[in-house]
C-alpha cells in the first residue's frame, strides 16, 4: 500500500476518525491497530519479522534491567549486559543482514571462486532497514542508560512500528517519539490542517518534480549511447529525482503524524544549499546521519584499537594531523556501511567509499584552503564564494551519483565518458514525454522546470530562517485555501503518472 496510493489515504482518513472518536487513554491502542493493520495490508508475508524484530530487542532490554538489579558485583554486571546487548544486536542485525545480504555474498563467492552456488529466494520486507536501526537504537540507549526500557512490550510495538514512518522513515529516537505516541491528544484543526499542507507539499515534490525527473532520466539511461549529449543531465535529473522523492515522502510521513499529534524529526535541511560534503550530509536524510554518528562513529574513534592508531599517528604525523586519522578511518567505513545500507552491490560501496574519501581528506587539509586563499586573496565571507562553495558541494555531490544510479562500475564509467565527450542539449526535445510522446516534451520540460523554481523559492525562505507553518497559519484564510487547491488541482493535472511509482528509499 503505497504512500500515494487512494487506498492508503482512505485508510489514513479512517484512523483518524477512529483516533480523535475513541476515548483519549485508548489512543496509542488505535495507533498501534492501524499500524499493524497497515504492515498486514502492505505486506502480509513480511509481518513476522516485524515481530520478531521487536520482541528480541523488548526482551534484551528487559533482560539488561533485571540484570542491573540483581545483587551481582557491578563488575559482572556490565560483563552480562555487554554480552546482552551484543546478542539483541547480532540478532536484530543478522536477521537484517541475512535477508538483504545473502546473495551479494554468494554473487562474490561466486566470483572469486568462479563457483556456480545458486542464489537463495528470500524476501526483502518493507521498511526493514529502518526499524532495524530504529530498535538497535533504543536497545543501546539503554544499555548506555540514555534511556529507561519501556515495560510494556505493546507500547514498545507502538514505537517500532508506527505507521507513517514504517516503510521510508525518518528513523525515530524513542526518548523523542515514544512520549508523543502515547500522550492523549485532543482534535486540533490547526495540525490536521498544517499536516494536510504538508501531505500536498509532499505528493508535489513527488508526483511532478520527481516522476517527470524519472522519465527523461531513464530514458537517458537506458539508451545512454543515444542520449549521449545530454548524459550529465541524467545525473542532475537523478539527483532531482532523488531529493523530490524522498523529501516528498518524508513530507507525507511528517505530515500524517503531525494529524495524529505526532512530531516527528526532520529529515533534511535545504541539503543543496551545502557548502562542504560534510555539511551537505548533515542537511540530507538527517536522522540516519545522526544515528550513524551516535551508535557506529563515536563509539568507533572511541574504541581501543582506533585510540591505538591515533597514538601511532600522532606520533609519525605530528599531533595537528594524526588526531584526524582516527576520524578519518571512522568516516570512511560509516560512509561505506552508509552505501551498503542502501543496496547489496558494489556500486553503492563505491558511492560511499567516494563520500567517505573526501570526508576523510577534508579534514587533512583546511591549512591548503585557508593558503589558497591567501594567496588569491578570496574573501570566504562574500556571497560570490559562498556561492562558489554551494555550487562546488553540488558538483561533487553528482560526481558520486554516477555510482548511485547505475548498476555497474562498468556502466558508470560508461555514463561518465558520454558525460564529457558530447554535449548536445537540444537532445532533449527527443525524448518523448511517457505517453504524450515527443510533442508534449516542450511543455513538461517546463512544468517540471516551473516546479523546480517553486521549490526552490520556497526552500529559500526555509533557508533564511522562515517557518513556513507560521507563516501559512498568518494568511488569510481564502489565501491559504487557494493555495491547497493550486497544489491539489496541479498534482493529477500535471503529474505524468496516472499511479506514482514506489518510492525509491521503501526499496531499503
Not at 540514555?146 to 516503510?167: C, D
Not at 517540471?448 to 526552490?456: D, E, K, M, T
Request: aromatic share 16%; glycine share 8%.
Amino acid at each position: 500500500m503505497s504512500l500515494t496510493s487512494n487506498l492508503f489515504f482512505l485508510f489514513t482518513v479512517l484512523g483518524l476518525c477512529i483516533y480523535y472518536v475513541v476515548p483519549k487513554r485508548l489512543q496509542w491502542i488505535v495507533l498501534l491497530i492501524l499500524s499493524y493493520g497497515y504492515y498486514l495490508l502492505a505486506d502480509i508475508k513480511a509481518v513476522g519479522f516485524l515481530v520478531f524484530s521487536t520482541v528480541a530487542t523488548y526482551g534484551c532490554a528487559m533482560w539488561i534491567v533485571h540484570i542491573r538489579k540483581t545483587d551481582r558485583e557491578d563488575k559482572d554486571k556490565k560483563k552480562i549486559t555487554k554480552r546482552i546487548v551484543t546478542l539483541g544486536i547480532v540478532l536484530d542485525l543478522g536477521m537484517l543482514a541475512i535477508l538483504k545480504y545473502t546473495n551479494f555474498v554468494i554473487e562474490n563467492i561466486n566470483l572469486v571462486t568462479k563457483g556456480h552456488i545458486s542464489a537463495v529466494s528470500l524476501i526483502l520486507p518493507l521498511g526493514i532497514s529502518y526499524y532495524t536501526f530504529q530498535t538497535i537504537g533504543y536497545l543501546l540507549d539503554v544499555y548506555w542508560a540514555r534511556e529507561e526500557a519501556e515495560k510494556n512490550i505493546f507500547k514498545y510495538a507502538l514505537f517500532v512500528s508506527f505507521f507513517p514512518q514504517l516503510i521510508q522513515g525518518p528513523i525515530g529516537r524513542f526518548g523523542r517519539l515514544q512520549k508523543q505516541l502515547l500522550a492523549e491528544h485532543k482534535f486540533n484543526l490547526h495540525r490536521i490542517k498544517f499536516g494536510l499542507e504538508r501531505v500536498l507539499w509532499g505528493l508535489f515534490k513527488k508526483m511532478i518534480i520527481a516522476e517527470w525527473a524519472s522519465v527523461y532520466r531513464l530514458a537517458i539511461f537506458e539508451n545512454p549511447k543515444h542520449y549521449a549529449g545530454i548524459t550529465i543531465f541524467g545525473v542532475v535529473l537523478y539527483t532531482i529525482e532523488l531529493y523530490g522523492d524522498f523529501a516528498g515522502g518524508i513530507d507525507v510521513v511528517l505530515g500524517i503524524a503531525e494529524m495524529f499529534g505526532v512530531k516527528m524529526d526532520e529529515n533534511f535541511k535545504q541539503p543543496l544549499f551545502a557548502t562542504s560534503i560534510s555539511d551537505f550530509w548533515r542537511r540530507w536524510h538527517i536522522t540516519l546521519g545522526s544515528w550513524m554518528k551516535d551508535y557506529v562513529f563515536y563509539p568507533l574513534t572511541l574504541s581501543g584499537g582506533m585510540r591505538k592508531i591515533q597514538k601511532w599517528s600522532k606520533s609519525k604525523m605530528g599531533r595537528k594531523r594524526g588526531r584526524f586519522v582516527s576520524v578519518a578511518l571512522s568516516d570512511l567505513i560509516v560512509f561505506i556501511l552508509v552505501g551498503l545500507w542502501h543496496g547489496a552491490n558494489w556500486n553503492n560501496v563505491g558511492w560511499g567509499a567516494y563520500n567517505g574519501v573526501i570526508m576523510a581528506i577534508s579534514g587533512f587539509i583546511p591549512d591548503v584552503y585557508e593558503s589558497w586563499k591567501k594567496k588569491l586573496h578570496i574573501n570566504d565571507k562574500s556571497k560570490g564564494y559562498h556561492l562558489f562553495m554551494v555550487f562546488r558541494t553540488f558538483a561533487l555531490f553528482n560526481i558520486g551519483q554516477y555510482f548511485d544510479c547505475t548498476r555497474s562500475f562498468k556502466e558508470a564509467a560508461t555514463i561518465i565518458r558520454y558525460s564529457v565527450t558530447n554535449f548536445q542539449p537540444s537532445q532533449f526535445l527527443q525524448i518523448p514525454s511517457g505517453k504524450l510522446g515527443v510533442e508534449y516534451t516542450p511543455y513538461a520540460l517546463l512544468t517540471l522546470a516551473i516546479a523546480c523554481v517553486i521549490w526552490f523559492i520556497v526552500s529559500v525562505l526555509k533557508e533564511r530562517g522562515v517557518d513556513m507553518e507560521l507563516a501559512l497559519s498568518k494568511l488569510p484564510l481564502p489565501v491559504e485555501f487557494a493555495i491547497c487547491m493550486l497544489l491539489l488541482i496541479s498534482i493529477p493535472l500535471f503529474s505524468p503518472m496516472s499511479v506514482a511509482r514506489g518510492f525509491i528509499y521503501a526499496q531499503f
